[in-house]
């Protein structure tokens, strides 16, 4: 069992910055991909960026050039730098962990979300 505890939500003024932090505990996979999705009020659930164990990343095209994924994995963390913030960023962030299992399925597992809101 995998826990995801995000934080760094707030509230911006539109071109400001945001980084959001989250950590996991609980059993550990050593083949897993962490990231982060999105979800504004009425909409999907998007991706914004995920990272694997191995450090190969995967971006939304709204947030290239914007937002920067990074991970620690000694520490379990993984963290999102969201500059130049748009109000179209808003939403609630959560937290994605991916548990690739060897001869099993994939285990998903999602943080509660943090509250991430841009004003124009």
């Known amino acids: 069992q995998v826990q995801l505890v995000e934080s760094g939500g707030g509230l911006v003024q539109a071109g400001g910055s945001l980084r959001l932090s989250c950590v996991a505990s609980?059993?550990?996979?050593?083949?897993?991909?962490m990231g982060w999705y999105r979800q504004a009020p009425g909409k999907e659930r998007e991706l914004a960026a995920t990272m694997t164990i191995g450090g190969n990343t995967n971006y939304a095209d709204s947030v290239k050039g914007r937002f920067t994924i990074s991970r620690e994995n000694a520490r379990n963390t993984v963290y999102l730098q969201m500059n130049s913030l748009k109000p179209e960023d808003t939403a609630v962030y959560y937290c994605?962990?991916?548990?690739?299992?060897?001869?099993?399925?994939?285990?998903?597992?999602w943080g509660q979300g943090t509250q991430v809101a841009v004003s124009s």
């Open positions: 994605n962990y991916r548990a690739e299992r060897r001869n099993s399925t994939p285990r998903i597992y």
């Open positions: 609980g059993i550990m996979y050593s083949d897993n991909t």
